[in-house]
Antibody
């Protein structure tokens, strides 16, 4: 059974960099897309970006200037960095795997981590 | 930008009755090349991550009860729960994948409660 687990600081100061890691167990990084998604308290879901197992990335245009997603295949991990954070970046951050069936991706997420709350505050 | 609008924002249904949630997109979710609609539905309970129910508009994810069904094509989609159970109380989200450029957009959510 595939499991994902987010890890990283729960508190980040304004203007600093938020850094999170997702560890994948029970399955391989290949050949999937791996995304970060966030949810501010009491609000809806926002896709942040993805990394493909090949290392290619794509980001939400609204966050692109501040986001980097990277991959560590030997460790079965991928990571998120979000720079210059403000209170608006306070959210539960999820990592998730895009489903794959045959040659086609789902375009949606079949496995999610439990999420980690990151608060931006001084 | 793609906008997904769910209706209603909240819904109260009696146990055993049908619940219907709608999702309308500003851009077609249909891929001509493979004839798949890239529209999915999730269920989220408090303190939990979203759970995938339906992908490709109408394909039920493994392990999802058959009282959950999805329908629609293009820009208009529906999630139906045929006979509401107490454990179905949750917020439901639709989500669309769009390839040019690749983006994943969520609806605002619909809160489902027992009447």
């Amino acid at each position: 059974q595939v499991q994902l687990q987010e890890s990283g600081p729960g508190l980040v100061r304004p203007s600093e960099t938020l850094s999170l890691t997702c560890t994948v167990s029970g399955g391989s990084i290949s050949p999937h897309y791996w995304s970060w998604i966030r949810q501010p308290p009491g609000k809806g879901l926002e896709w942040i970006g993805y990394i493909y197992y090949s290392g290619s990335t794509n980001y939400n245009p609204s966050l692109r200037s501040r986001v980097t997603i990277s991959l560590d295949t030997p460790q079965n991990q991928f990571s998120l960095e979000l720079t210059s954070v403000t209170a608006a970046d306070t959210a539960v951050y999820y990592c998730a795997r895009e489903g794959l069936r045959g040659a086609y991706t789902y375009g949606s997420y079949d496995y999610w981590g439990l999420g980690t709350l990151v608060t931006v505050s001084s | 930008d793609i906008v997904l609008t769910q209706s209603p924002d909240s819904l109260a249904v009696s146990l055993g009755e049908r619940a219907t949630i709608n999702c309308k997109s500003s851009h077609s979710a249909l891929y001509i090349s493979n004839k798949k609609n890239y529209l999915s539905w999730y269920q989220q309970k408090p303190g939990q991550p979203p759970k995938l129910l339906i992908y490709w508009a109408s394909t039920r994810e493994s392990g999802v009860p058959d009282r959950f069904s999805g329908s629609g094509s293009g820009t208009d989609f529906t999630l139906t729960i045929s006979s509401l159970q107490a454990e179905d109380v949750a917020i439901y989200y639709c989500q669309q994948y769009y390839s040019t450029p690749p983006t994943y957009t969520f609806g605002q959510g619909t809160k489902l409660e027992i009447k």
